[in-house]
């Protein structure tokens, strides 16, 4: 047997590494590099915002009004717009995108063609560019819906018509809404089929299961859907460039028929046009920590959720 | 037979193109317990699941032939599913609680059904829990979570759950294969006292379950029901060849 192994030169444990072996180790050394080269770009991004952004952070950048042409002062209007963005535009989205993802996981059948056609919808709405959504607002809600408005219940006066923060919201809004119907349909589908089952085998109606037992128990889904949505459209700034974002407003907005100042489109704006761009940028990069902290809290908190949600599944 | 609640005419299932029910015709006593017995993947199941209609929710089920409870034909297109399931109830192999309180879970069907009176609510968990023998057990902890329950208690309390929309026929479908055998025998002790006020139909892979609790027994085989008499009959005297091999234990 010895000499039969020996002539062939088949050895039982070899000792040699084979090719594969380095090529394996190869394959995870570059990995790891790339890993490590990311973290890294991310935290030096991160450095100097922080470090070039530190000096303005306050309380008082926070609380008050820009000055003097805003090269000096605050970014509160700017902060309370986008509140009140991601506020209405989650009050349009929220229970649409609901309601959506009810429909596609309740209620279609396997080879419905109008469901396909939704999922498909939500898929290409996912991927559209930001500035297709903003250019459709113009059109639609501001030239059509709200041009529209105006001459039949103004009389023909100005006041729909033009950008202000309700359009912009539901611009905003069609952005965010395939990521709050994933959401949801993902926490509808860890309700268990036999949950929905002892519901119906005791004389429940489909809408009764849904209402008392499906939608209670997705109610962290909606949630990070909620979250996520209103992190992406707390930063976003193309949908609002020419649906309701303003440069500068002497007071904050006090109708859905005004206009608004954002953050981002605040830090956009005096990175390119303002009158002292040197000046500003301790500013700019003040602002740009502070979207920065608010949209990492919320997709952090928003993350969190998601994996208790995950964990019960199991 | 005395009084027959459901009979069945020529009950056939299809899965799709695949049949797996084949003509079924049978009759099913009232007030008594009625075991179906048979290999696994016979349709015994799928049987069981014909009489509250929960076959209704799988898309490429078709189903022929007349299952009449009291007279009326359940698959009627005029019947109101939802009525149906209120007077025939059902508890799964796996309990299946609601992540809710005891309570909640057991005026779950009372609440559906209109009852909103807490009085009314409290004396109708009471009962319930009553009747499924865990009153006692669960009495101080109403508002704890049904998850935190055993998989007995749990078992039990689907029971409960069942019986608090007052049906006139469970349907258990292998209610204790997942419990031990302490458990078990309370779920059988719960079987036999229920059938004074109750129809129940009893699916069970377990022989000598069926034996100890049934009071007829139906054997089925590859989606046809081979014969179907008083327990007793049927476990020392089968007429089919079919029944006795599987009761000796030669197949399943």
């Known amino acids: 047997m010895d000499k039969v192994l020996k002539n062939t030169g088949v050895h039982f ?20 590099l790339a890993v490590i080269l990311i973290i890294a770009i991310l935290f030096i991004i991160l450095g100097i915002i922080v470090y070039e952004g530190r000096a303005k952070f306050s309380w008082e950048f926070i609380s008050s009004f820009p000055t003097n ?35 596609l996981t309740e209620y279609a059948s396997e080879n419905s063609k109008f469901a396909a056609a939704v999922r498909f919808s939500v898929r290409t709405l996912a991927v559209v560019p930001s500035i297709i959504f903003g250019l459709f607002g113009l059109g639609f809600f501001i030239q059509f819906l709200g041009a529209g408005a105006d001459t039949a219940f103004n009389g023909g006066q100005l006041r729909w018509g033009q950008p202000n923060i ?37 004389g429940a109606t489909k809408w009764q299961t849904i209402k008392k037992v499906v939608l209670p128990g997705s109610v962290s ?39 608004f100042m954002n953050l981002g489109y605040h830090i956009y704006i005096m990175s390119t046009q303002s009158s002292d761009v040197e000046k500003t940028m301790p500013i700019q990069f003040a602002t740009t920590l502070v979207l920065l902290i608010l949209t990492l809290s919320l997709n952090i908190v928003a993350v969190i959720i998601r994996s208790r949600i995950r964990r019960k599944a199991k | 037979m005395k009084d027959i609640k459901i009979k ?14 084949n003509e079924i015709t049978m009759d099913i006593p009232a007030n008594k317990v009625t075991a179906l017995i048979g290999p696994s993947g016979c349709g015994k199941s ?63 069907g009372p609440r559906i059904n209109g009852i909103k009176d807490k009085t009314q609510l409290d004396e109708i968990v009471e009962t319930s829990l009553r009747k499924a023998a865990i009153w006692d057990e669960l009495k101080d902890r109403l508002d704890d979570s049904a998850l935190g329950l055993s998989g007995g208690q749990q078992q039990r309390l689907c029971i409960g759950r069942t019986l608090a929309v007052s049906p006139d026929i469970i349907l258990m479908d292998e209610p204790a294969s997942a419990l031990d055998p302490i458990s078990t025998s309370k779920i059988e002790e719960l079987v036999h006292e229920l059938k004074e006020q109750y129809t129940i139909i ?51």
Not at chain 1, 80 to 100: D, E, K, Q, Y
Not at chain 1, 243 to 252: I, M, Q, R, V
Not at chain 2, 214 to 230: P, R, V, W
Request: aromatic share 10%; hydrophobic share 45%; glycine share 8%.
């Open chain 1, 13 to 32: 444990f070899s000792s040699k590494k084979s090719a594969s072996d380095i090529k394996g180790k190869i394959f995870v050394g570059v990995t790891q």
């Open chain 1, 69 to 103: 042409g805003m090269t000096e002062g605050g970014i509160f209007p700017a902060l309370i717009g986008t509140f009140i963005l991601v506020i209405v535009m989650s009050i349009a989205a929220v229970p649409f995108g609901t309601i959506t993802a009810l429909y």
């Open chain 1, 166 to 202: 309700l359009w912009a919201s539901l611009t905003m809004s069609l952005l965010t809404l395939p990521v709050i119907i994933v959401s949801v349909e993902e926490a509808l589908k860890t309700i268990p089929r036999e949950l929905r089952e002892a519901s119906l085998a005791l």
């Open chain 1, 221 to 259: 889904g909606i949630m990070t859907g909620t979250i996520l949505a209103v992190s992406r459209g707390a930063g976003e700034v193309a949908p609002i460039l020419f649906t309701g974002a303003a440069y500068y407003l002497a007071t904050l907005p006090g109708s859905l028929s005004d206009q």
């Open chain 2, 8 to 21: 069945v005419n020529d009950l056939s299932l299809y899965y799709g193109e695949k049949q797996a029910l």
């Open chain 2, 46 to 108: 799928t049987f069981l699941r014909c009489i509250n209609r929960m076959n209704d929710l799988i898309p490429s089920v078709s189903i022929t032939g007349k299952m009449l409870v009291e007279g009326v034909d359940i698959y009627d297109k005029n019947v109101d599913v939802v009525n149906i399931r209120k007077k025939i109830g059902m508890v799964f192999q796996k309990s299946n609680p609601f992540p809710k309180s005891i309570y909640e879970n057991i005026a779950y």
């Open chain 2, 202 to 252: 009893i699916v069970t892979h377990n022989m000598q379950q069926a034996a100890r609790t049934s009071d007829y027994t139906a054997f089925f085989y590859m989606g046809n029901l081979i014969e179907m008499g008083k327990t007793n009959s049927i476990f020392t005297k089968p007429v089919q060849k079919q029944t006795e091999d599987y009761i000796t234990g030669r197949f399943g």
